[in-house]
């Protein structure tokens, strides 16, 4: 009996000596991914604006999507997102991008405005030039001394 006893404790010993050691290569684990994974964002952000600029815009978006899988939380990607998918000519995509950039943002009318003006844009290339009015006149509420605002404006009358 004396030795089943001890086989017993031996064993949930060595059961719980197992799952401790386990639980620790987990933690470690986790803590180096959340580490890289806002690295890595802000990276193929980078990677993407830089293609952007470059007028490579298949790749910008191709670095927009690994940047989004990293972190749905930065206006500055959904804003980056959108004007890429204007340019591809995916109107759907850059409007879902740019209200979601909208829904981000910081109450910064500066930026709102120019989120608003890209929103306007793929209106006017959708030629819903009613709705592109909308959102270049919320561009000059929002900021009406800016070279944005006045560009809205012209645009706005000469249609």
Same mark, same amino acid.
């Given at each position: 009996m004396r030795k089943i006893l001890l086989l017993i404790a031996i064993i949930a010993c060595l059961f719980l000596s197992c799952s401790s050691q386990v639980e620790t290569i987990k933690?470690?684990?986790k803590q180096p991914q959340s580490q890289n994974s806002i690295t890595s964002s802000e990276v193929f952000l980078q990677k993407a604006s830089s293609f952007y600029n470059q007028e490579l815009f298949d $790749?910008? #978006?191709f670095y927009c999507q690994k $940047? #989004?899988?990293?972190? $749905?939380?930065?206006?500055?990607?959904f804003y980056l997102f959108g004007k890429t998918a204007i340019k591809m000519e995916r109107y759907e995509i850059a409007?879902?991008?740019?209200?979601q950039a909208l829904s981000l943002c910081t109450n910064d009318n500066v930026l709102r405005a120019k989120? #608003?003006?890209a929103l306007g844009e793929v209106e006017e290339l959708r030629r819903n030039s009613h709705v592109a009015k909308q959102h270049y006149l919320m561009v000059i509420q929002l900021d009406n001394t800016s070279s944005l605002a006045k560009s809205a404006y012209k645009k706005i009358n000469s249609q």
């Open positions: 933690v470690e684990l $790749s910008a #978006y $940047s #989004y899988k990293k972190d $749905s939380q930065n206006w500055e990607l409007e879902n991008n740019l209200f989120i #608003y003006y």
